[in-house]
């Protein structure tokens, strides 16, 4: 059974940092493209960022570029996104994303090219 489960997030302060993973199990996590992506409340869901299967391509939405990192440690099947400089609009609901493929970074933020998701782990930056 694939299982993708989301950790570490919470409140914090407006400039303040967090970072929230993802466990993944059941399939070939070191084959796998991954990324992150957040739905705030009303809105649709939104790529934060994404990373090859390598750990040596990423790429970001320009709101977090400079501020959020992702990673990922294929010997753990974990991914991370460590997030810096916190503003109150990122507050959402953060999901991990995987692909059983090469990373289509033509059409990355579009939700329907991931194979597998997350239950989500919420992030809330108060000012």
């Known amino acids: 059974e694939v299982q993708l489960v989301e950790s570490g997030g919470g409140s914090v302060q407006a400039g303040g940092s967090l970072r929230v993973s993802c466990a993944a199990s059941g399939y070939t996590f070191g084959s796998s493209c991954m990324a992150w992506f957040r739905q705030a409340l009303g809105t649709e869901r939104q790529g934060v960022a994404i990373i090859s299967a390598s750990g040596g391509t990423t790429w970001y939405a320009d709101s977090v570029k400079g501020r959020f990192t992702i990673s990922r440690d294929n010997a753990k099947n974990t991914l991370y996104l460590q997030m810096n400089s916190l503003k109150t609009e990122d507050t959402a609901m953060y999901y991990c994303?995987?692909?059983?493929?090469?990373?289509?970074?033509?059409?990355?933020?579009?939700?329907?090219?991931?194979?597998?998701w997350g239950q989500g782990t919420q992030v809330t930056v108060s000012s």
């Open positions: 994303a995987a692909r059983r493929a090469f990373c289509n970074f033509a059409a990355w933020t579009d939700t329907h090219t991931y194979t597998y």
